[in-house]
Nanobody
Framework: QVQLVESGGGSVQAGGSLRLSCTASGRTFSYYYMGWFRQAPGKEREFVARISRGGSGTYYADSVKGRFTISRDNAKNTVYLQMNNLKPEDTAVYYC?????????????????WGQGTQVTVSS
């Protein structure tokens, strides 16, 4: 089992940047594929990005491709989401999630463990 805690959310103007962090405790962090998801008010949780165990494999939602970068530091038990050129439509609660079964998936149901979320608000 692994516990996940996100940080780094906040309020920025459109065009600004934020870096989210998700730190894990418990079972060996490098064991898990990791993902970032987001959920805006009144909408379903949606996939943002995912990264393989070693960090060499990444995949992004079309809506964030070229603006967001996912990375991980297994020595620090942390996964990051660097968000640049933020837009008002990026406003949401952002969640990190861990996948122990290597689904390599964009589906929330394929992730076993979730953090509590961190709010990102982008104003125009």
């Amino acid at each position: 089992q692994v516990q996940l805690v996100e940080s780094g959310g906040g309020s920025v103007q459109a065009g600004g940047s934020l870096r989210l962090s998700c730190t894990a405790s418990g079972r060996t962090f490098s064991y898990y594929y990791m993902g970032w998801f987001r959920q805006a008010p009144g909408k379903e949780r949606e996939f943002v990005a995912r990264i393989s165990r070693g960090g060499s494999g990444t995949y992004y939602a079309d809506s964030v491709k070229g603006r967001f970068t996912i990375s991980r530091d297994n020595a620090k038990n942390t996964v990051y989401l660097q968000m640049n050129n933020l837009k008002p439509e990026d406003t949401a609660v952002y969640y990190c999630a861990a996948d122990s079964q290597y689904h390599n998936s964009e589906e929330p149901g394929d992730y076993d463990y979730w953090g509590q979320g961190t709010q990102v608000t982008v104003s125009s």
